[in-house]
């Protein structure tokens, strides 16, 4: 039963923040080109490099797209959490990273490697993190937030700033979408506007994760495991099925359709049309984990030993990637994120995330 609650708190982890970096998040920078919001992850595509945290070691590297001139850039051990949630944040010109090598200051380092300087004296509460917004970086600690500029010059925060604040801090999933952010909390999700105003509650109740689109709210009920859009149930089907030793099953949103598990139907994947709201069978594809790109990118439900990718209506699949596989991350560019349990690892856990082409040929083992 431990067990089983551990697994169950990791899905519901992972499903919170790597749909974060999925198309939701892909429109919201095209509508705000003028807003700039980034938080924390594991890794960042950056031009013709991929920036990562190896879990190994806890050091930043930059390699090539093509998987050559690996570097590490960081000799420092920069802050994991040991999943996903991790201390740096990559932007046009910097890499800024938690140092957990210096009591959990806040660095900043060119992308080659250069010109490392402290920029936050105070030790930031890991849990909470920071974010950059708009030339400005904001973060937690000892109980109070701060605002600096890049270059560690302290500002006072204003009302909105304080408003923003503390969502994120205390939220489990951050979007923002056409001037809103929305954050999920314990007992639902909020919104706000980038100024500050239009803030509230938009849904209560438990909820396991939420996309945006077309300024509508996407989300998984806790109760009853069902999709609603704005408060209103429109998948009577169970999205997420519990296996006995694990919870598996997720949706994604892709140019007017919601594909999404059927745990009511051995795990196959569907898809709903958002304005008819016809619901189609996707072929025969079962799957524990999936992401939409330009095509459906998944892992079999049968024994997760294969990741597939698919046409958009399932016609057309072919075999990428073989191995005992756990999630597939994020479709991003030419790129698939994805994981595989460890060699010698027994107990269920996040595993190997690998970056591969969209053909499945691995091009960098990310820890």
Request: positive net charge; contains cysteine; aromatic residues 18%.
């Amino acid at each position: 039963m431990k067990r089983k609650l551990r697994v169950y708190f990791i899905f519901c982890l992972i499903l919170l923040y790597l749909s974060f970096n999925s198309a939701v998040f892909a429109d919201a920078i095209k509508e705000n080109r003028d807003i700039k919001f980034i938080i924390p992850k594991m890794y960042f595509l950056d031009g013709n490099y991929i920036y990562y945290i190896d879990q190994r070691d806890s050091f930043i590297y930059r390699v090539k797209n093509d998987g050559k001139d690996r570097k590490k850039i960081v000799n420092s051990r920069v802050y994991t959490d040991g999943m996903l949630l991790s201390g740096m944040i990559v932007d046009d010109k910097y890499v800024y990273y938690i140092n957990d090598s210096d009591n959990k200051k806040l660095y900043r380092i060119n992308k080659d490697g250069t010109g490392r300087v402290c920029i936050a004296k105070r030790s930031i509460d890991p849990s909470d993190g920071f974010y950059l917004l708009n030339g400005y970086i904001y973060y937690f600690s000892n109980n109070k937030y701060y605002k600096i500029s890049i270059n560690g010059k302290e500002y006072k925060l204003d009302n909105k700033d304080k408003q923003i604040c503390s969502y994120y801090f205390n939220s489990f999933k951050k979007i923002f979408y056409n001037n809103y952010f929305y954050f999920l909390l314990s007992d639902g999700i909020y919104k706000v506007k980038f100024d500050g105003t239009d803030k509230g509650k938009i849904v209560s109740g438990g909820i396991y994760d939420f996309k945006v689109d077309d300024s509508s709210v996407y989300y998984i009920n806790e109760k009853d495991l069902c999709l609603y859009k704005d408060g209103k149930k429109i998948i009577n089907s169970r999205v997420l099925g519990d296996t006995g030793d694990e919870w598996i099953g997720n949706f994604d949103i892709k140019n007017g359709y919601i594909y999404y598990t059927n745990a009511d139907d051995d795990m196959l994947l569907y898809r709903m049309n958002t304005i008819t709201k016809e619901i189609t069978k996707i072929s025969d594809i079962k799957s524990v984990s999936f992401k939409v790109g330009d095509e459906i990118y998944y892992i079999d439900s049968f024994d997760r030993g294969k990741l597939y990718k698919a046409s958009l209506d399932g016609k057309e699949k072919k075999v990428i990637a073989k191995g005992e596989l756990l999630y597939v991350y994020e479709v991003k560019k030419d790129f698939i994120f994805y994981s595989a349990k460890w060699e010698k690892e027994e107990d269920f856990f996040l595993g190997r995330s690998l970056a591969a082409d969209k053909n499945g040929k691995v091009i960098i083992e990310l820890n």
